[in-house]
T-cell receptor
């Protein structure tokens, strides 16, 4: 079946530090991959996506590259801000599950001034 | 465009009662999915509706049901509430990605507390 594994949090960084949140997946075929962000008390916001191997998704300084050879979709940002503090979810959708999203457990990020 | 709206935002119910949650998708989006978010189980897919038909279903008991109306608005119902149904229920409105899947946009959620 389909599954997503994310690094455990919480992750605490100082402002302007480099961020990496690891995400690996298991799926057959060619899933689409997503990163969502959830701020306290809110729903999920789509941060970026990639729909095929070697695609790079990017948004608001965040990037992730779809690596089929390592089944990974790691999230990176060169310089985090306090406002990036949130929970980040890696997810995949696949035709064999009717495109329902399979989520990782989420990684909590706290950025301190 | 207005985003996905969900009502109510908060609900408190008693065990054994039933509850109905509502979701209005983004204008033009015909697919609506529902997810349950809990600290223990994380985010789990409940079901998806497209053009008033349930097209996909997750692994939840029959107490969880839903429907979609002709204007794409959707409701989900939980009957005979249990304490474990306490969760954030998220609705997502979908944009088709040209055959490679959907791009799902989430509403703010309904926080259900069962006492």
């Amino acid at each position: 079946g389909n599954s997503v594994t994310q690094m455990e949090g919480p992750v605490t960084l100082s402002e302007e530090a480099f961020l990496t949140i690891n995400c690996t997946y298991t799926a057959t075929g060619y899933p689409s991959l997503f990163w969502y962000v959830q701020y306290p008390g809110e729903g999920l916001q789509l941060l970026l996506k990639a729909t095929k191997a070697d695609d790079k998704g990017s948004n608001k300084g965040f990037e992730a590259t779809y690596r089929k050879e390592t089944t990974s979709f790691h999230l990176e940002k060169g310089s985090v801000q306090v406002s990036d503090s949130a929970v980040y979810f890696c997810a995949l959708s696949n035709s064999n599950s009717g495109y329902a999203l399979n989520f990782g457990k989420g990684t909590s990020l706290l950025v301190t001034p | 465009k207005a985003g996905v709206t969900q009502t109510p935002r908060y609900l408190i119910k008693t065990r054994g009662q039933q509850v109905t949650l509502s979701c209005s998708p983004i204008s033009g989006h015909r697919s609506v999915s529902w997810y349950q978010q809990t600290p223990g189980q994380g985010l789990q897919f409940l079901f998806e509706y497209f053009s008033e038909t349930q097209r996909n279903k997750g692994n939840f008991p029959g107490r969880f049901s839903g429907r979609q109306f002709s204007n794409s608005r959707s409701e989900m119902n939980v009957s005979t509430l249990e304490l474990g149904d306490s969760a954030l229920y998220l609705c997502a409105s979908s944009l088709v990605l040209g055959g490679t899947g959907y791009e799902q946009y989430f509403g703010p959620g309904t926080r259900l507390t069962v006492t």
